[in-house]
């Protein structure tokens, strides 16, 4: 049930106040909210019309003093008095703010006729058709209580506007005849041929009024849901001769909504040189600087854009931002590149259909999006438009979000077995998903370290889901000790969930037996070696192993120098001394686990001098050749570097044109020389 209210103030002001709830409550904003009391079964009455009516039922500690009490008794009498029905076990309900409807049956009714007002003559001698007639009389009551004070609150409205001629009303505030009290009202009679708003109606949320008579060029509608509160301009009408001007607002969640139709035909409240109509229509607000320039980049201010009839470009948005693509909530906030005016937004989650968008008004930058229950990569879609913008004109943006609450898995490949016989290790695995960080804590028996370096050495791009996927990592040179090693790995996703992963490799050397295996790249048996100092490098099966080498000249001298192991079994002994005459190399390969492989071989120190000069700069190692220069003491000599053939430049100087740098972790070149009648790798002969 709706009930609709309509008054005419005076003059262009004009108030339209209506109930727009489901059900029939105080017009005007004025009830008191109390919190619902359980009731007894429907066997009164009075409870019967209460409930139908949808009246709160009040406990007696929270009713007020000084409003006035309707006691109905069994009979149907309704008799009003002061009184606080402390002590009533009856049920109290709340018709108005100030009036209450006090159930004094019992649950019984009277079967007999009976003198009261109230009570309707019945012809079945029932209790239900007593109970139906009664409950009708009360409903009447409340209905006439309700309409009365809302008349009074009109009144009141009126007077608080400066309009003390309003007419109509309930006089002392007695009661109605017929009823147990006498009924004074008299109703005011409309001017029909002024200004007015009328034929409000209520639907899905909409309410439907006209402008009658509207002789100027715009109006502005105001509303309010409590009259103690401010106004807000809601909408503004356009007139066309002197019709009835339709014009509708959005509800919301406003049970009560007083209306206000305002002339703004030239009003300009804040004297800013721009009418307050233009303001509102463009930016939902009266409050603009004249003087600030529009968003369309052509430098002109808002006074020039009213000035020119230009709509103004109230806004620019080019657009959404995050900190981070990936997010574990369902609920993330993006930031909105956007400045001005904007008066509207609206977000779409994997829908690019703009016209499914539903519009609300546009309070921050920041933006809570709601991307489901669903994980994987979504389409998030924000709109933004002006206040005078319809939704076809909206400026939309795009971002792609992951939802991902998942923690990453981690998968180890290397060690293959949980029992190692290396004191090193390179800890390596992968996740099906990019990391932002990994690291490990290792503890055995010499004790914990904890934050460990791991590296994300690789990762695979995947054109379906334009992402990274697979990370390969290492740890690289993982010192372990006798027994359970027992590593725990720490990773974090993009999105920042987390995963800890507990692994152990065990270090036994009772399988290791063999001794290990060693293959001399350079110098071979025999080759003459320029200068006084040259370097041997070769591969070794385990990177953990010792390298010495131990050098005797033709005198007896002898020299020991260590060699490096490499992580991938290469090695290397530099700046062996070479005397004249031929030196014997002893090389000694020996295990974690004490095994030993001995090789020897015999250098001879060259007559020819040949040396290769430094690579500047040495960031041109990184690259796949390089362009060298060296001496050789002999201009007969050929010079060849690591496979490709050189020039002697007969002045002690030689140079060599994009030769290939070798991979791995250290660049090597090997330069030869050639006498003239010695074959060259190229089956060639001389310089």
């Not at 077995?417 to 503890?443: K, W």
Request: with cysteine; hydrophobic share 35%; glycine share 8%.
């Amino acid at each position: 049930m709706r009930k609709i209210y309509a008054i005419l103030l005076a003059g262009v002001v004009l108030v339209l106040a209506f109930n727009i709830s489901s059900q029939t409550t105080l017009v005007g904003g004025f009830n008191r909210t109390t919190a619902p009391i359980q009731s007894p079964p429907p066997d009164s009455f009075v409870q019967v019309a209460a409930e139908s009516q949808g009246l709160s039922q009040v406990a007696p500690a929270d009713l007020p003093s000084g409003a006035t009490y309707w006691w109905v008794m069994p009979s149907g009498c309704a008799v009003p008095t002061p009184f606080l029905p402390r002590d009533l076990n009856g049920p109290v309900y709340q018709i108005t703010d100030a009036q209450f409807l006090v159930d004094t049956t019992g649950g019984q009714v009277a079967l007999n006729s009976h003198p009261c007002a109230l009570q309707r003559q019945t012809t079945a001698n029932t209790v239900a058709t007593v109970i139906a007639a009664h409950a009708d009389a009360v409903v009447n009551l409340i209905n006439q209580i309700q309409a009365r004070d809302a008349e009074q609150q009109m009144r009141s409205m009126a007077m608080a506007m400066g309009i003390p001629s309003f007419g109509g009303g309930f006089g002392d505030g007695g009661g109605y005849s017929g009823n147990g009290y006498t009924n004074n009202y008299v109703p005011y009679t409309f001017d029909t041929n002024g200004l007015w708003l009328g034929n409000p109606t209520v639907s899905n949320g909409v309410s439907y009024v006209n402008l009658n008579n509207a002789t100027n060029q715009v109006y502005a509608i105001l509303t309010t849901a409590n009259l103690l509160g401010s106004w807000q301009v809601e909408t503004i009408v356009w007139p066309t001769n002197n019709s009835v001007m339709p014009f509708t607002v959005q509800n919301g969640d406003r049970q009560i909504l007083f209306m206000r139709a305002r002339d703004w035909t030239g009003v300009d409240d804040n004297g800013n040189g721009i009418p307050d109509w233009w303001e509102w229509q463009y930016f939902g607000t009266t409050n603009m600087v004249a003087t600030n320039q529009d968003f369309s980049n052509n430098g002109n201010t808002f006074a020039q854009d009213y000035s020119n009839s230009v709509a103004p470009t109230v806004f620019s948005y080019t657009g959404v931002e995050v900190t981070n693509n990936y997010v574990s909530s369902s609920q993330p906030v993006v930031q909105l590149d956007a400045a001005g005016y904007p008066y509207y937004v609206a977000t779409l989650i994997d829908d690019s259909n703009f016209s499914n968008a539903v519009w609300n008004t546009y309070s921050s930058s920041n933006m809570t999006v709601n991307l489901g229950s669903v994980q994987g990569w979504h389409e998030v879609w924000i709109g933004l438009r002006g206040h005078a913008d319809n939704p076809n004109s909206a400026v939309w943006q795009r971002k792609r979000l992951k939802l991902d609450w998942t923690p990453p898995a981690l998968i180890i490949t290397n060690p293959t077995n949980g029992t190692v016989d290396v004191p090193m290790i390179q800890l390596q695995g992968y996740s099906p998903e990019a990391l932002s960080s990994i690291s490990y804590d290792l503890s055995n028996a010499t004790g914990t370290v904890t934050n460990q370096q791991v590296l994300v050495l690789n990762q695979y791009y995947d054109t379906t889901t334009w992402e990274f996927t697979t990370n390969t990592f290492q740890a690289f040179d993982v010192v372990l000790t006798n027994g359970v090693n027992t590593f725990t790995l720490h990773a974090t996703d993009m999105a920042g969930n987390t995963t800890t992963f507990v692994t152990n490799f065990t270090l036994d050397y009772s399988a290791k037996t063999n001794a290990p295996s060693v293959q001399i790249a350079w110098p071979t048996n025999g080759t003459e070696v320029s200068g006084s100092a040259f370097t041997v490098d070769g591969q070794v099966s385990d990177p953990t192993i010792t390298v010495t080498a131990v050098i005797t000249d033709t005198n007896g001298n002898t020299n020991t120098v260590s060699g490096l192991v490499e992580r991938s079994g290469k090695f290397w002994v530099e700046n062996l001394p070479l005397n004249s005459g031929t030196n014997t190399v002893t090389l000694i390969v020996t295990d974690a686990a004490g095994n030993a492989t001995t090789n020897s071989f015999n250098v001879v120190q060259s007559a020819v001098t040949l040396t290769v000069d430094p690579v500047t700069p040495d960031s041109q190692l990184w690259q796949p050749t390089v362009n060298l220069t060296g001496t050789i003491s002999d201009d007969a000599y050929a010079v060849w570097v690591n496979g490709v053939k050189g020039h002697n430049n007969g002045d002690g100087t030689w140079s060599a044109s994009n030769v290939p740098v070798n991979s791995g972790g250290t660049a090597s070149f090997t330069a030869t020389g050639y006498a003239p009648d010695e074959q060259q790798p190229d089956n060639s002969y001389g310089n």
